[in-house]
């Protein structure tokens, strides 16, 4: 990897939005750190985007584990970092909050929440003049019967976005919050797959799928890439960003040529 380049992180990088997202990262020179659980996913993206003006690293690692952070921050070295992206998540367990166990929510909110804490909190020295940007979902502001551990992650990482915010402007780092819709990811076909009487609103994303009315991965990362690289400062973390609301700007950005 060239230790030149702008150095991005993307966790939950090998499948889904964050693979997308990396495609359009490396179109944009910079050298970005794919961190997943598995290695496999990793090493194909890697492979898919050889040859593309930026680098791609792949870092099997858990970020909801402290060794899997450790992992992350001796891979960097001494290398800054722009950009920060907390991207890996679970929906699991989907049942009602009457059924949920201890250790199911305890690994999710592991995943979900503490990962991008104290990831952000382990990697603020590298962070000056950087941006974190954690992606969010319309379930971190409306409930969903059976997503109760995956609604109250989300909204804690909200308000972990506000916070943060706050807490690191005067250090030169800007935090954002996107959600770029119901994207056709692995995630996505796993929840078609669930009978109506454990997740009650199945349907909805079914139909969705049958109307080709989900978001492409391609669209979710362009949107994302643009957050991340042409929104200034200010507007960067003003707000939780929804993809539809600012399509005009994202799809009229200009994107390299491969």
Request: glycine share 8%; net charge neutral.
């Amino acid at each position: 990897m060239n230790r030149e380049q702008p150095l991005a992180i993307v966790t939950g990088g090998g499948t889904g939005i964050g693979r997308a997202l990396t495609a359009e990262l490396v179109r944009h020179g910079l050298a970005v750190v794919i961190v997943g659980r598995r290695e496999a996913p990793l090493q194909r993206t890697q492979a898919d985007l050889a040859g593309v003006s930026g680098s791609v690293e792949p870092l099997a690692a858990d970020v909801a584990t402290e060794a899997g952070r450790e992992r992350i921050i001796a891979a960097l070295g001494e290398r800054p970092v722009r950009l920060l992206v907390h991207n890996a998540a679970l929906l699991e367990p989907v049942a009602p909050l009457a059924e949920v166990s201890l250790a199911d929510w305890r690994q999710h909110q592991a995943v979900n929440v503490e990962g991008p804490l104290f990831l952000t909190q382990a990697l603020l020295d590298r962070l000056a003049g950087g941006r974190v940007l954690q992606i969010s979902s319309g379930a971190a502001h409306h409930p969903y019967a059976s997503w109760g551990a995956y609604c109250s992650s989300k909204a804690a990482l909200h308000m972990l976005y506000q916070v943060w915010r706050e807490e690191l402007r005067e250090r030169n780092v800007q935090v954002g919050s996107a959600r770029p819709g119901v994207v056709d990811t692995p995630m996505q076909a796993h929840i078609r797959t669930l009978d109506a009487k454990r997740f009650p609103h199945v349907e909805r994303f079914r139909h969705l799928q049958a109307n080709q009315m989900l978001v492409k991965p391609a669209d979710a990362a362009r949107f994302l890439a643009w957050l991340l690289l042409a929104t200034t400062d200010r507007e960067f973390g003003a707000a939780e960003w929804d993809i539809n609301e600012c399509a005009e700007r994202w799809r009229a950005w200009e994107v390299p040529a491969a």
